[in-house]
T-cell receptor, first 114, second 116 residues
Framework: AQSVTQLDSHVSVSEGTPVLLRCNYSSSYSPSLFWYVQHPNKGLQLLLKYTSAATLVKGINGFEAEFKKSETSFHLTKPSAHMSDAAEYFCVVSDRDSGYALNFGKGTSLLVTP | DSGVTQTPKHLITATGQRVTLRCSPRSGDLSVYWYQQSLDQGLQFLIQYYNGEERAKGNILERFSAQQFPDLHSELNLSSLELGDSALYFC???????????????FGPGTRLTVL
């Protein structure tokens, strides 16, 4: 069985400061891990994905995430937040248990203040 | 624009009714996934079709069904609708090489269903 836990439901940062969105996962197999972003009244956009290659994954818009197997974590970071980063972020796990369908976390709402 | 299209964008209907949501995948993608996003349940996987065949099932109610047609578009049918079915329904597609492990899914803009 697989699951994903996003440790913070809301995160607030000031513009220009670092962003950290935390995610822990569990999976019986070697998982694929993703971060998706959803802007208000918009669909879901893939930020980045981990599929057992490099453990540090770079995504779009300056985001990156590090896969740490020993900690079963896949935290999302960005060195400097921009106002346009305000959105809902979803950590996602998939493995062969679900036929590689995506199992979403509850989401973290990122607020960026001026 | 992901290349995945969904119609209609909005749907308002009454309890007990039946509706059909439509999804056209990206050109070349063989897999279609349906997801439901609601305030209380979050984003949940409903069902997957691959090249016309059902491949995986998630938390899909018996009142819901789906199919994928020869041209690869898919329809999600929701019947005997209840107030709790009000949600945003997303379709996603992927090319699905190597059994799906390395394939990202591209999401459509969603259909917002309101059941009154």
């Amino acid at each position: 069985a697989q699951s994903v836990t996003q440790l913070d439901s809301h995160v607030s940062v000031s513009e220009g400061t670092p962003v950290l969105l935390r995610c822990n996962y569990s999976s019986s197999y070697s998982p694929s891990l993703f971060w998706y972003v959803q802007h208000p009244n918009k669909g879901l956009q893939l930020l980045l994905k981990y599929t057992s290659a490099a453990t540090l994954v770079k995504g779009i818009n300056g985001f990156e995430a590090e896969f740490k197997k020993s900690e079963t974590s896949f935290h999302l970071t960005k060195p400097s937040a921009h106002m346009s980063d305000a959105a809902e972020y979803f950590c996602v796990v998939s493995d062969r248990d679900s036929g590689y369908a995506l199992n979403f976390g509850k989401g973290t709402s990122l607020l960026v203040t001026p | 624009d992901s290349g995945v299209t969904q119609t209609p964008k909005h749907l308002i209907t009454a309890t007990g009714q039946r509706v059909t949501l439509r999804c056209s995948p990206r050109s070349g993608d063989l897999s279609v996934y349906w997801y439901q996003q609601s305030l209380d349940q979050g984003l949940q996987f409903l069902i997957q079709y691959y090249n016309g065949e059902e491949r995986a099932k998630g938390n899909i109610l018996e009142r819901f069904s789906a199919q994928q047609f020869p041209d690869l578009h898919s329809e999600l049918n929701l019947s005997s609708l209840e107030l709790g079915d009000s949600a945003l329904y997303f379709c996603a597609s992927s090319i699905d090489i190597a059994g799906g492990r390395y394939n990202e899914q591209f999401f459509g803009p969603g259909t917002r269903l309101t059941v009154l």
